[in-house]
């Protein structure tokens, strides 16, 4: 085996424009999952169980099918139909459309925890059904979700590689790049495996700290 | 689409299910074997079972599948066929998720058994035979079910090292037909028909193991609801 610390010091610029991207993308891929997967969580709380029964099923569909192949979905199909989005725009989406399948059980769960009493406390002071959520059922119950969404992020870092497949050039996108232009494969992808454990395994332990910290 | 169309989508198919098995059995070996060192008497036992938890937990498992298809051979001259490469990669990635699962099992069960066990004389293997393991098994299965999901889902990364599984056979028709939309729902509810599928086995192998040490069935329902994907929630 043979380790050339010259071919990683000439990775060295491509990586850090990559770890820009990855960034990036997990950190709007973020935002789009917590968001939508609210929205979700809320649907799936209404009376009707005709906005109920769809939103369960196009979520468990999402859920379940590979993001590889929705983000094809995506990067594709989009533009047939007129929308034509950048690849890291797609990507980004993608990422926040998928993980927020996930992060509307967090909140389910979450929701659910918020004990009746509040709900019957919100009733007996006459609130309307939008100060309840607002002013007392969300805030409580989105301080217990924090470390579980926490998770869901460490994971979506894990998956920010695949927009690679769409041509964005995030760290293994370059890496690939590099490789194929210099023929080193050992360094780069190996720098950016490693990369990877360094950012999530601090992460877990920031949120395994916040876990101790906010859930009581 | 044509016939021929599908015939690929069909083989696709056929090594999706294969890589999916064969990276599911070594997923389950390095689950339990990882899961079971991690509650071993010796420190160093957990911390290397640890120590490997974490760094294949920590990485990507696109990184890890690339790390094998091109750094293995080069580095340590070992070119493997691509469906025992790709299964190598997936089997130890989601093997290291596993580990964690089975901990948790293994640490969930009444310490009162544990102790029974030492009372009886039993010798840490035995106890582990025929107390732990037996109660900790199906409380697994509704993780384990989850994270063979994750798995399926997993599989289609080998596609972009090029090798024909199902992502790449749509790939190959959208290429020859120049159009998209059709192949890639078909290929998305192919994933999710195998997926549905896997968790109605999976939920029917819980109620078996259950029914075998007195115990009904859970509600699934709760537990789907704690369902948690790669990375989540297992720690």
């Given at each position: 085996m043979t380790w050339d610390w010259n071919a990683v010091s000439d990775f060295m610029p491509y990586f850090w424009d990559g770890l820009v991207v990855s960034l990036q993308a997990l950190l709007f891929g973020s935002l789009i999952s917590f968001g939508l997967g609210l929205v979700w969580a809320l649907l799936m709380r209404t009376p009707s169980r005709w906005v109920r029964w769809p939103v369960g099923v196009v979520t468990e569909f999402v859920r379940d099918t590979p993001l590889l192949v929705q983000l094809f979905f995506l990067f594709y199909v989009l533009p047939e139909w007129g929308l034509t989005f950048s690849a890291l725009t797609t990507g980004v989406f993608a990422i926040g459309l998928h993980y927020s399948t996930y992060t509307m059980q967090v909140y389910r769960a979450g929701i659910e925890a918020v004990p009746v009493g509040q709900w019957e406390a919100a009733t007996a002071l006459n609130l309307p059904v939008r100060r309840t959520w607002t002013a007392v059922i969300l805030p409580q119950a989105i301080r217990r979700v924090v470390p579980a969404l926490g998770n869901y992020v460490i994971a979506m870092l894990k998956d920010t590689p695949i927009l690679m497949a769409i041509t964005v050039l995030e760290l293994l996108g370059q890496a690939r790049l590099f490789s194929q232009q210099?023929?080193?494969?050992t360094e780069p992808i190996t720098v950016i495996g490693v990369a990877f454990i360094v950012i999530s395994y601090p992460a877990s332990l920031l949120i395994r700290a916040l876990e101790r910290r906010l859930v009581r | 689409m044509t016939s021929g169309l599908w015939e690929l989508v069909i083989e696709g198919i056929w090594t999706t299910v294969q890589l999916l098995a064969l990276s599911a059995l070594l997923a389950t070996a390095v689950s339990f074997v990882v899961g079971i060192a991690r509650t071993h008497r010796l420190w160093i036992v957990r911390f290397l079972a640890g120590f490997y938890t974490e760094v294949f937990r920590g990485t990507s498992a696109l990184v890890m599948i690339f790390w094998v298809f091109f750094v293995l051979p080069v580095a340590f001259g070992w070119q493997l066929v691509p469906l025992w490469a790709g299964t190598l990669a997936l089997g130890l990635t989601y093997g290291a998720y596993g580990s964690e699962i089975v901990r948790g099992a293994l640490s969930a069960v009444d310490p009162a058994q544990q102790e029974s066990g030492v009372a009886l004389s039993f010798t840490p293997w035995q106890r582990m035979r025929l107390i732990l393991l037996p109660q900790a098994v199906p409380e697994m299965i509704p993780s384990f079910c989850n994270l063979l999901v994750e798995l399926l889902k997993g599989t289609a990364l080998v596609s972009v090292m090029g090798m024909g599984d199902l992502t790449f056979s749509a790939n190959l028709v959208r290429l020859a037909l120049q159009q998209s939309a059709e192949i890639y729902t078909y290929v998305l509810l192919i994933y999710f028909v195998i997926a549905f599928t896997l968790t109605r086995l999976m939920r029917g192998l819980e109620k078996k193991l259950k029914a075998g040490i007195g115990k009904g069935p859970a509600s699934t329902e709760s537990q789907r609801v704690r369902a948690v994907g790669v990375g989540g929630g297992v720690s």
């Open positions: 210099h023929f080193q494969f | -």
